[in-house]
């Protein structure tokens, strides 16, 4: 069944064309929820889908595997579809349905004082959770499980470096991500405007720098690590 979702979303695709491919597609327990994946070899093409795929209508699905597709084939002519479109919209929901089973004090406290100050009180509260000592993600927000998750590095840190970090990745789960053909973009004009309105935003840039100084890793510099985050 899911072998002919392959061929529909191709037919779909390329309407005059017959799919040159042996196709492939599985659920696995491997992949994190709603993630996915998808590979071409030999001439077999193969997507993987999280479990969590099974349970979603199948013209949203199409649109996933188009997605997936159009990326692998480095297709430039075909800019979107109405299935992907309805793909977009579909994760860009995941947050409304996701059930929140993670939290920490201390990130909880930040999440409600940012969310007061500069949301209103209007977002819902994601997973909040402390990740790996890490300076290649200071923090992160991962859409597909409404979780938000910073570095364990800053667990004693200022709150308002904290907090900084909390609203960074608050902005993401409320903007979400644009989405340009194939391309979607994560830090628009938008989100960037709305991420220097922070309070004291050059000053707790330079806060965090020394968050990190106090650690460096070696190998890469300090600036490119921050510019990942931001």
Request: hydrophobic fraction near 35%.
């Amino acid at each position: 069944m899911e072998n002919n979702l392959l061929k529909e979303a191709y037919t779909r695709l390329y309407p005059e064309k017959e799919i040159p491919f042996l196709c492939g597609a599985r659920y696995s327990n491997r992949l994190n929820d709603y993630n996915s994946r998808i590979s071409l070899k030999n001439n077999f093409l193969e997507v993987h889908m999280s479990k969590k795929w099974q349970a979603v209508d199948e013209e949203i699905k199409l649109g996933l595997v188009q997605s997936l597709m159009l990326r692998l084939l480095k297709e430039k002519n075909i800019k979107t579809t109405q299935n992907i479109e309805l793909y977009h919209n579909f994760i860009k929901k995941l947050d409304l349905a996701i059930t929140k089973t993670e939290s920490e004090p201390v990130l909880d406290a930040s999440f409600h004082r940012v969310n007061e100050k500069y949301f209103n009180g209007f977002l819902e509260k994601p997973n909040l959770s402390w990740g790996n000592e890490t300076r290649v993600k200071l923090a992160s927000y991962n859409l597909h499980t409404d979780t938000i998750a910073v570095s364990s590095l800053f667990q004693e840190a200022e709150q308002e470096v904290l907090d900084f970090l909390m609203y960074h990745e608050l902005l993401h789960k409320k903007l979400k991500f644009e989405a340009h053909g194939l391309r979607s973009s994560f830090h628009s004009p938008e989100f960037r405007n709305l991420e220097h309105s922070f309070e004291d935003y050059t000053q707790i840039e330079r806060k965090i720098r020394g968050v990190l100084r106090k650690r460096p890793q070696k190998g890469r510099g300090l600036l490119n690590f921050f510019k990942e985050f931001i």
